[in-house]
């Protein structure tokens, strides 16, 4: 059974930085790509947005919005996927959740994924505020 588990989350001063975690059962991580997302306050489904990906091979896939504060990486010591986010921005204020549609490549969702049919955790908020 597929089951990833997001935790790290909190309230956090712009400027500052959070580590997320994804922990990881049912399937091999390193076999197959896993992103994170997030969810905007007020925003539906279709709007979330895809943050990172670490993918198979290759390096990982991270939007310009956040390229340069956040690093995806796997611990495969204690089987999950983290993401560091640093230099955080009120706008980087969501639910952040993770998840695979079990593909080896990334990203997720610019490809034509659908991570509402793969598989993803309940996610753990994220709110940058003073």
């Known amino acids: 059974q597929v089951q990833l588990v997001e935790s790290g989350g909190g309230l956090v001063q712009p400027g500052g930085s959070l580590r997320l975690s994804c922990a990881i059962s049912?399937?091999?991580?390193?076999?197959?790509?896993i992103s994170w997302f997030r969810q905007a306050p007020g925003k539906d489904r279709q709007d979330v947005q895809e943050?990172?990906?670490?993918?198979?091979?290759?390096?990982?896939y991270y939007p310009d919005s956040v390229r340069g504060r956040f690093a995806i990486y796997r611990d495969k010591a204690n089987n999950t996927v983290n993401l560091q986010m640093n230099r955080l921005k009120p706008e980087d204020t969501a639910l952040y959740f993770c998840?695979?549609?079990?593909?080896?490549?990334?990203?997720?969702?610019?490809?034509?994924?659908?991570?509402?049919?793969?598989?993803y955790g309940q996610g753990t908020q994220v709110t940058v505020s003073s």
């Open positions: 049912g399937f091999d991580m390193d076999r197959y790509a």
């Open positions: 943050v990172s990906c670490i993918p198979r091979m290759t390096d990982p």
């Open positions: 998840g695979t549609i079990l593909r080896f490549s990334c990203p997720i969702l610019a490809a034509g994924g659908d991570i509402w049919k793969g598989s």
